[in-house]
């Protein structure tokens, strides 16, 4: 992506666009994605497909300011049931996770969490259990005496 000068002064500067991707922000004279409702994607697949006249398809594209793809595109999704006039009459509603889907998410993150910490303890009890065990050594050669051993003389 880039910015532009007006990007980054708007940034710097606590506009609309600080903390926001600079793509998220809205600038006076940029295009915006145009989003089309299930209703006129109906409409213009029914309008497109019973224009017969030469140039009238075309005609029409340019007025709606479309592409052939985008109708192509409905279409199928028409033909799939995705673009039905009951979907087209109220809005998709996305359905809120269900109680127990939610408790159940949270105790499986629990788990997680809870596994990786008793990991985590069960590795420090190793090293000091080794720790111990080498001070164990260490001490039991300090206690006892040191015997001088024989010298290269030959005896």
């Known amino acids: 992506m880039t910015l532009s000068m007006a990007d980054l002064a708007s940034t710097v500067a606590g506009g609309p666009a600080a903390g926001a991707p ?3 922000a809205a600038r006076p004279g940029h295009a915006t994605r145009r989003v089309f409702s299930s209703a006129y994607k109906l409409r213009i697949v029914a309008e ?3 224009l017969t006249e030469h140039g009238a398809r075309g005609a029409m594209l340019r007025r709606e300011g479309l592409y052939q793809s985008h109708v192509e ?6 033909d799939r049931g995705a673009l039905s006039p009951a979907k087209a009459a109220r809005p998709a509603v996305k359905e809120a996770p269900s109680e127990e889907l939610r408790e159940n998410r949270r105790l499986v993150e629990e788990n997680a969490r809870l596994s990786a910490e008793l990991e985590q303890k069960n590795a420090v009890i190793e090293v000091l259990g080794k720790a111990y065990a080498l001070l164990e050594v ?3 050669s300090a206690e ?5 051993t024989r010298s290269s003389t030959g005896r």
């Open 48 to 50: 497109y497909d019973a």
């Open 138 to 140: 260490l001490s039991g």
């Open 73 to 78: 595109k409905w279409r199928r999704a028409r």
């Open 22 to 24: 600079a793509a998220a």
């Open 144 to 148: 006892q005496p040191v015997r001088p």
